[in-house]
C-alpha cells in the first residue's frame, strides 16, 4: 500500500492525515481511520487526536474540497480575459466546476453525496461559502435578473454534468473536449434567452 505522504512532524499532523485520507479516498481504497493512519505514517490512535470518528474525517475532507472548489472558481473568474462578457465567465466557472469533479471524484462524491449535518457548522459554512460566492458572481454579471434562482439553475447545470461524466454517462474525453462541451450548453442556455428577448 502506499505511504506517499510524509509523517508528520512539529504539529502538522491533521494536514497529513487529510492528505492521506484525500489520497485513499482517490485511490478507492478501504476507508478508515487506521487505513488513513497507515497511509500517513503514523500510529493507529493518532488520528483520534483531531477525528472523533470516521464522520469526523469525512466531515473535515469535505471542508477541505469545498475550500478547494471554491479557490478553482475563483482562479477561473481570475483567468477570465476582461471584457468578458457574462456567458463567457459563467462558462469559465462551469469549466472549473466540472473539472475539480473529474480531478478529484471521489472527494466530490463525498462532498454532495451526503446531506449536511446542521450541527457541522464548518462543513455548512464551507458550503454556503461556495454558493454564497456563485451567488455573487451571478448578481454581478447579471444585475436586476433573479439571482437565487439563476444561480440555482446553472449550478444545477454545472452539477448535473459533472455527475454524468462521473457515472459514465457522458465519456469524460479530453479535458478540452469536457470543456467545449459545458460552455456549448452555457452557450446554449443563453441563446435561448436571446430568442426569447427578440420575439
Known amino acids: 500500500m502506499s505511504t506517499s505522504v510524509k509523517p508528520y512532524h512539529h504539529g502538522d499532523l491533521r494536514a497529513a492525515l487529510l492528505a492521506a485520507a484525500i489520497e485513499s479516498l482517490e485511490a478507492g481504497e478501504t476507508f478508515s481511520l487506521r487505513a488513513v493512519a497507515r497511509r500517513a505514517g503514523v500510529s493507529p490512535t493518532a488520528p483520534y487526536r483531531h477525528f472523533a470518528d470516521r464522520d469526523a474525517l469525512d466531515s473535515a475532507v469535505a471542508i477541505e474540497g469545498f475550500g478547494d472548489l471554491r479557490a478553482d472558481l475563483e482562479a477561473a473568474l481570475t483567468d477570465v480575459a476582461e471584457p468578458a462578457a457574462p456567458e463567457e465567465v459563467i462558462a469559465a466557472l462551469g469549466v472549473a466546476y466540472v ?18 449535518d446542521e450541527r457541522d457548522s464548518e462543513r455548512v459554512q464551507a458550503s454556503e461559502q461556495l454558493h454564497e460566492m456563485l451567488n455573487q458572481s451571478i448578481e454581478r454579471l447579471l444585475p436586476g435578473a433573479n439571482n437565487s434562482h439563476l444561480s440555482l439553475a446553472l449550478w444545477s447545470m454545472a452539477h448535473g454534468l459533472a455527475f454524468l461524466h462521473l457515472d459514465g454517462k457522458l465519456q469524460p474525453q479530453a479535458s478540452s ?4 462541451r459545458v460552455k456549448s450548453a452555457v452557450a446554449a442556455i443563453f441563446a435561448l434567452n436571446d430568442k426569447k428577448s427578440a420575439s
Do not use: Q, S, T
Open 99 to 116: 473539472g475539480f469533479a473529474l480531478k478529484r471524484p471521489a472527494v466530490f462524491r463525498l462532498m454532495f453525496g451526503n446531506e449536511c
Open 177 to 180: 473536449d469536457v470543456a467545449d
